[in-house]
Each structure stands twice: as structure tokens, then as C-alpha cells.
């Protein structure tokens, strides 16, 4: 059976939100048949609770809703995603967290718009539980854009670096997907950005909605992309690493995007729990690559003032500030104030985006 739509939403540990994540998607406005033409695919990374319960329990009762359950724990989503997507029946694909819903109108408006431009991907706005809006796009850009991310440096600039990098929120073609090979990395939680780089730099249309508010995004402390360790910091790195040279091998670069995930580095390093020694070997590894750009600068005065000691090598230093930054993260009064200016600063820089 073919489907218009397939959700696919990789699981783990989820029974306490994955009910009001499914019903999200049960309780769309669709103009048809929504079992007739919306799959959801649900793939379990082997829970340790009772979630596989929980989805086997919709599968019973509706018939559009599939699954697979994993005999063991790969550690990221990205495996699940890839299964799912690999599983899926339908024409497009549209992804989710197990933890988060979708707004009642978001299906529909993404297969409006994608049949309508034609355009391989369409990308939409969400919401959070901590801020009113985070915005893809410069306010300055308020009507829907229909552009080629790659048609010159300056487009793929300001595509890169103001559109979230996470894979939900948006609607792809299957065949686009399909037919340049385009697969979530498995072993690193930094997939999301691997995903949009290798999207953004093989389409050839992309259509951005600003204005429209698709999805509420949930944030958990025990969040599995709240994991900071070494193991976890080599592998970003990594990740960043193969994603310049896909970039690169299209004669753009990506600089730009490139120095923004920077700052992520850094707050790995504040908050992990890693012995002197190794948290020394991660501000190596930082200011090593941070070498190989000029004119590193940061929106957030603290992290310029740690990377000073970081790039002339006084890591003793530079330890004690980050752990004194992890003092002040820990705070969820200062977090909040973090994030709402974190996004803020996001949204508009004319270094970046120009008119």
C-alpha cells in the first residue's frame, strides 16, 4: 500500500511522551482519508521501559501505524530514523522526535506546499516550551522563499546558518532522499546536521515557510543530545570534519555554519564529567580545528573570553573557567536566560545574512 506521507519517529524510553506524540499526528486536520494516506512508522532502539508497549498497542488499533523494534541499543537516533525511512510507503517523508508533537494543521501544509512547488524539501517554523518562537529565518525574511540552497555561496550561507539544522519541522521527498543516497550517520549524536548539509548541498529547490508554525518542540534534561563526554566530543568533531568536506566538494564551504556549531564544542567540554587530563585533550582537539579558520568570534562574551586561553594553550585556565561556566549553566534560571539569547542572537546578524 502507498501512502501520501510517512511519519517515522525513532523511540527509546519514551512512555511517558510518545502517546501525545502519536496522537499529535492522529488528531491532524487532513482534507481525506488520513489512514488511507498517512503512515506512521515507529521504530524502537530497544527501550529498556514500556514503550514497545505502548506502540504495539496503537499498531493494533490503527492500521496505518507500523513499527520495528531493534534487539539491541545503538546509542542515536539515527539508526531508527534510517530503518524508518527505509520502511516507509509513502511519496514523502516527514520526521519526528518521540518526545515532542506536531501542530494540528503541519501535514497538510507540508504536502500543500511540497506538491504545489515542486520542491524537494519545505521547511517550516516551531515553536518551544522556553521560547515563543525560534525562527528558521531573519524576521527580515517574512514571505515564503522558494530558492537553490547551492546557487552561489551567499544563498548557501544564509540557508546554512539561519534554518534549523534539526531533521523535524520539515517534509522531504522520498525519491530526493532516495536518489542521492541521503542517510542519517549512526553513530553520532551530532547526525541532525550531517542530514541537513548533505540535503542542503544535493538540492536544487528548497521552499522556507517563516511564518507558519509547525511543530512544539520539548526540551529534557536527560535528553539523550545532552550526553557530554570525550567519546561524544571526538565524535562531533569528527562529524564536523566530514561535513566541511562534503561541503567542500561541492566548490562551496561552510565556514559559517562551521564557527555557529562551534560554540556546542564548548559547552560539551563545560558540562562534562571528564578527568583533567582528558577535558585538556578536548580543548586540543578544539583548538586545533578552530586553527584552520580565521577570525573565530562568538555571540556569547564568556565563550570568547575561554577560547583566549583555549588557542594559547593555557588549558589549566581554561579548565577552571569552564567548569565555573558549568556552575552557572547548572542554574535553571540562568539556562533560561542563555537559551532566549542564544536564539535571539540567531536570528539576525547582516555579517551573515546581509539584505
Known amino acids: 500500500m502507498s501512502y501520501k506521507i510517512s511519519v517515522v519517529i ?3 524510553n519514551a512512555e511517558k511522551t510518545l ?3 502519536i496522537n499529535s499526528l492522529l488528531t491532524q486536520n487532513w482534507n481525506g482519508n488520513f ?11 530497544n527501550s529498556s521501559d514500556n514503550s514497545l508497549n505502548v506502540i504495539e498497542e496503537f499498531s493494533d488499533k490503527y492500521s496505518n501505524i507500523h513499527y520495528f523494534s531493534f534487539d539491541d541499543n545503538s546509542g ?17 517523508i516527514v520526521l519526528m522526535d518521540n518526545d515532542d508533537i506536531y501542530l494540528q494543521d503541519a501535514l497538510q501544509l507540508f504536502y500543500d506546499t511540497i506538491t504545489q512547488t515542486g520542491s524537494e524539501i519545505v521547511l517550516a517554523n516551531y515553536q518551544t516550551d522556553f521560547l515563543p518562537e525560534r525562527l528558521y529565518c531573519p524576521k527580515e ?15 548557501f550561507d544564509k540557508v546554512s546558518t539561519a534554518c534549523s539544522m534539526a531533521p523535524w519541522a520539515k517534509i522531504y521527498s522520498k525519491r530526493f532522499l532516495q536518489e542521492n543516497n541521503i542517510k542519517f550517520r549512526e553513530d553520532s549524536q551530532f547526525d541532525d546536521a550531517d542530514f541537513f548539509m548533505k540535503c542542503m548541498v544535493s538540492s536544487k529547490q528548497i521552499t ?11 526540551t529534557y534534561e536527560d535528553s539523550q543530545v545532552r550526553i557530554h563526554d570525550k567519546e561524544h566530543f571526538d565524535t ?18 561552510c565556514e559559517i555554519f562551521t564557527k555557529n556549531n562551534l560554540m556546542e564544542l564548548f559547552l560539551m567540554i563545560a558540562n562534562s564529567k571528564e578527568s583533567k587530563e582528558d ?10 580545528y578552530q586553527s584552520d579558520f580565521d577570525d573565530i568570534h562568538y555571540h556569547r562574551p564568556e565563550l570568547n573570553f575561554l577560547n583566549i586561553f583555549v588557542m594559547s594553550k593555557h588549558y589549566g585556565i581554561a579548565y577552571y573557567i569552564s567548569k565555573f561556566y558549568a556552575f552557572l549553566y547548572g542554574n535553571s534560571f540562568i539556562r533560561q536566560i542563555y537559551r532566549s539569547k542564544n536564539n535571539a542572537a540567531k536570528s539576525f546578524d547582516k555579517r551573515y545574512y546581509g539584505d
Do not use: C, H
Not at 489512514?35 to 532502539?45: A, N, P, Y
Not at 522556507?208 to 520539548?218: A, C, E, G, M, T
Not at 577535558?279 to 586545533?288: G, H, K, Q, S, V
Open 76 to 92: 542515536f537516533g539515527g539508526r531508527g530514523r534510517n530503518k524508518g525511512i527505509s520502511m516507509s510507503q509513502g511519496d514523502y
Open 10 to 12: 525513532p523511540v527509546y
Open 208 to 218: 522556507i515557510l517563516p511564518n507558519d508554525y509547525v511543530y512544539l518542540y520539548y
Open 279 to 288: 577535558t585538556f585533550l578536548m580543548f586540543e582537539e578544539l583548538r586545533e
Open 19 to 21: 502517546e501525545k506524540a
Open 35 to 45: 489512514e488511507e494516506d498517512i503512515e506512521i512508522i515507529l521504530v524502537d532502539d
Open 141 to 155: 525574511y517574512n514571505k515564503n522563499w522558494t530558492i537553490n540552497p547551492t546557487k552561489d555561496q551567499k544563498v
Open 236 to 253: 562531533r568533531i569528527k562529524t564536523m570534519r566530514n561535513i566541511d568536506e562534503i561541503v567542500k566538494s561541492k566548490g562551496l564551504t
